[in-house]
């Protein structure tokens, strides 16, 4: 099976609602709209030539500068009789983050649309179970979204020195636990 062969398949029972077709390191990647997705995922699935019949990953990427689709969900999917991947990827609004679930169809996706949901905030629609899973429920934002600044480089609790890393810490410049050593307590310890 090739690339090819795969993207013949799609064109002729999407036609041109698959777009941005690219073939990056050899793997296929295309995109759809969002409401495209499960129709997409399904037909990959179903269909007796293609095959593609396991979720290798599904992951959530925040794109803050690309207006009115500023989270991708992207699936990898994988036809393991022909040992073929692919990448396929539906884009949605920040505003309102909602993407059919794929958890009917792959049972691996429950877990990683619910890890996509901590994270980047994408609300899986029909999933069975959509709550956080790493991070406390009391969390109102989702730490992977690029909607803060950096950490301040020059905060001094983040100074390596306080984590025993460089400074006047490391070897030939070790303390005690009580602070450094004076040469009257080294002459001591030495007797």
């Known amino acids: 099976m090739t690339n090819e062969l795969i993207k013949q398949r799609l064109t002729e029972k ?3 609602q698959l777009i941005n077709w690219e073939e990056p390191y050899g793997m296929l990647t295309f995109s759809a709209a969002k409401d495209l997705n499960l129709k997409v995922l399904q037909f ?7 095959r593609f019949q396991f979720l290798t990953d599904l992951a959530a990427v925040h794109y803050p500068d690309r207006k009115g689709e500023e989270l991708a969900v ?9 040992n073929i991947r692919i990448r396929f990827k539906v ?20 877990w990683m649309e619910r890890e996509a949901y901590d994270f980047y ?3 899986f629609i029909g999933h069975p179970n959509l ?3 790493q991070n406390v429920d009391e969390m109102e934002y989702f730490p992977q ?6 950490e301040e480089q020059s905060r001094i ?8 890393r460089g400074g006047s810490f490391g070897p030939g410049n070790e303390r005690s636990a009580l602070g450094t050593l004076s040469d009257d307590d080294k002459e001591a310890l030495k007797q």
């Open 74 to 82: 992207v699936y990898h999917l994988h036809n393991l009789v022909d």
């Open 121 to 123: 905030g994408v609300n």
């Open 145 to 150: 979204r690029k909607e803060y600044p950096l």
């Open 44 to 50: 990959l699935f179903d269909d007796p030539e293609l």
């Open 14 to 16: 999407f036609g041109d």
């Open 91 to 110: 884009f949605t609004d920040v505003a309102k983050p909602d993407v059919f679930s794929a958890s009917a169809l792959y049972s691996a996706a429950n």
């Open 157 to 164: 609790d983040k100074d390596d020195e306080m984590f025993g």
């Open 131 to 133: 709550i956080r899973i």
